[in-house]
């Protein structure tokens, strides 16, 4: 079976850092398609940061440059590396993991404030 | 970036309505394009990916259609449960990008 489990969001100041992760079992995270997509308060889904099966990145315009997605082949782990938070940063991250021929799967959401 | 456009933002209608949302592309997707439905407080739900495929242990009352730019989810025959908002995604470049959502309410 296919799971997702995001971890590491919490209460952040303005500027601080946070490292999410999303420990994935039933598949392989390194021949996956994986992304992180955020849901601020009240506000639609925003795709944050994708990694692909081969490595190549690619970042929303909002983060680029402050936010990294990596991940771990031996824990089968994605993370999400979040430098100079800001307010507008507030939100549920969820990890997801891309499939064109078997569909969508997606962690349950780890929230992440960003207040002084 | 590619842009989708959902149509229309919400929508009310009666159990056991036939209830269509519409997804539009700013450029050609072929069929990489994905639909979820998403409760309050709760993570999004796969109902369709590659533009018509119904995912696992989702009802099939649930259907999906399209190609290229113009794209559509029905919902067949509306049920209380199916109160929710439903996203369309799609996923032929980087970065992916969703629609604004379409609230359903049920009557």
Known sequence: EVQLVESGGGLIQPGGSLRLSCAASGFTVSNNYMSWVRQAPGKGLEGVSFISGGGDTSYADSVRGRFTISRDNSKNTLYLQMNSLRADDTALYFCARESHYSGWNWGQGTLVTVSS | ?107
Do not use: N
């Open chain 2, 1 to 107: 970036d590619i842009q989708m456009t959902q149509s229309p933002s919400s929508l009310s209608a009666s159990v056991g309505d036939r209830v269509t949302i519409t997804c539009r592309a700013s450029q050609g997707i072929s069929d990489h394009l994905a639909w979820f439905q998403q409760k309050p407080g709760k993570a999004p739900k796969s109902l369709i990916y590659a533009a018509s495929s119904l995912q696992g242990g989702v009802p099939s009352k649930f259907s999906g259609s399209g190609s290229g730019t113009e794209f559509t989810l029905t919902i067949s025959s509306l049920q209380p449960e199916d109160s929710a908002t439903y996203y369309c995604q799609h996923y032929a470049s980087s970065p992916r990008t969703f629609g604004q959502g379409t609230k359903v309410e049920i009557k």
